[in-house]
């Protein structure tokens, strides 16, 4: 699971430096050309290089269906909550399309809640938060995520406006590029680290580091160098964080539910990703003044806008340790370590559940 996490921040390392230099060098409408080969390429794996048979099943009523009426109110919540935080606000009739993108939000959201705790077979179990640890771990997971979309919003703004660095579009690669490396390489030692040591020391030392790193960023903001290093030690803690809670949520859960665990976890990330750049994007259109980027006249955030945004991650880390810290009380004993190689594989009662026939089995 490290290693796959890795991969992922490997990639965003390749995407992050071309991305810019193609803005540089070009423009923006570059990198969605760029796109194109990229999505077609993914299509042709997915179809050659991902091979699953399916077993079959006895019962044919009891093959597995979509959760069709979750999948479109958990779609419809999400679109228009985003579009009742995106609406302009121009007093008076400006107020009715936030209305009533606000109620239609709370309606399918209700609607969605309503059914996966009805349905047998649910697009996101939320059953499975009623475990503690688990909750925790999803509260931990999402906030990470909110928190890291919430700055990555911010950081091109930040480097390229005159009321931040004031340098040009390249200069953004380079400044997220050793953040980057720190996400790859937090990835596989925090696998290592939850095998010798458990998960709360890795969630632990992760949100120290992000509220470290947000102090930084709120008070050094104009450096380039603290900039590059606050982003390195946010960009490590955030991966260690994350991937740890998502090694957790797999080991605190039943063998037969680890798919469903593993899909509310993305699911709750997914929507804090999605909060993150709102909340950026309206804080920063709150505070404007006429400024530049990289020669380009326009409105820009003011500083304010930045101070504000550095605060607002500052807390939601504080948030993140909180949580980290509940896991002392809440998770006894360390995972088990895997054996040396050779040795054999004995079962041990699972430490977070009661389901110890499950955990036998899987491990």
């Known amino acids: 699971i490290a290693v796959i996490s890795a991969t992922?921040?490997?990639?965003?390392?390749?995407?992050?430096?071309?991305?810019?230099f193609l803005i540089e060098a070009f423009s923006w409408r570059e990198t969605y050309l760029v796109l194109i080969p990229l999505s077609i390429l993914l299509l042709l794996l997915a179809f050659t290089g991902i091979h699953e048979p399916r077993p079959p099943l006895q019962d044919p009523s009891s093959r597995p269906s979509l959760d069709w009426t979750g999948f479109i109110s958990l779609l419809a919540a999400l679109l228009l909550g985003l579009a009742a935080l995106s609406v302009g606000d121009d007093g008076g009739s400006g107020q009715l399309p936030r209305i009533l993108f606000s109620a239609g939000a709370v309606a399918a959201g209700f609607i969605f809640l309503r059914e996966e705790l009805r349905t047998s077979r649910p697009l996101v179990d939320l059953r499975l938060a009623r475990q503690r640890v688990v909750l925790i771990l999803i509260l931990i997971g999402s906030l990470t995520i909110l928190t890291f979309m919430l700055l990555l919003q911010e950081m091109p703004f930040l480097i390229r406006s005159e009321s931040g660095?004031?340098?040009t579009a390249g200069f953004v690669g380079l400044v997220l590029m050793p953040g980057t490396l720190?996400?790859?390489?937090?990835?596989?030692l925090t696998g290592r680290m939850v095998v010798s040591r458990g998960i709360r020391l890795p969630c632990l030392i992760g949100s120290l580091m992000m509220v470290i790193s947000s102090l930084i960023l709120l008070f050094w903001m104009h450096s380039l160098l603290m900039i590059t290093l606050a982003w390195m030690i946010f960009s490590g803690g955030m991966s260690v964080t994350a991937t740890a809670c998502m090694i957790a949520i797999i080991d605190y859960v039943p063998l037969s539910r680890t798919a469903e665990a593993t899909g509310l976890m993305q699911s709750v990330q997914t929507v804090g990703g999605m909060v993150g750049p709102v909340l950026t994007g309206l804080v920063m259109a709150g505070q404007t003044a006429d400024g530049a980027a990289g020669g380009i006249s326009g409105v820009m955030p003011h500083a304010g806008a930045f101070v504000q945004i550095?605060?607002?991650?500052f807390f939601v880390c504080l948030l993140v340790l909180s949580a980290s810290l509940l896991l002392l009380w809440r998770i006894r004993d360390p995972v088990p370590a895997l054996p040396h190689h050779?040795?054999?594989?004995?079962?041990?009662?699972?430490p977070g559940n009661r389901e110890d026939k499950e955990w036998d089995g899987k491990r």
């Open 8 to 20: 992922y921040w490997a990639g965003m390392f390749l995407g992050v430096i071309s991305g810019s």
């Open 165 to 167: 660095l004031g340098l």
């Open 182 to 188: 720190c996400d790859m390489l937090a990835g596989p």
């Open 310 to 313: 550095h605060l607002l991650a």
């Open 342 to 350: 050779g040795e054999e594989i004995r079962t041990v009662p699972h």
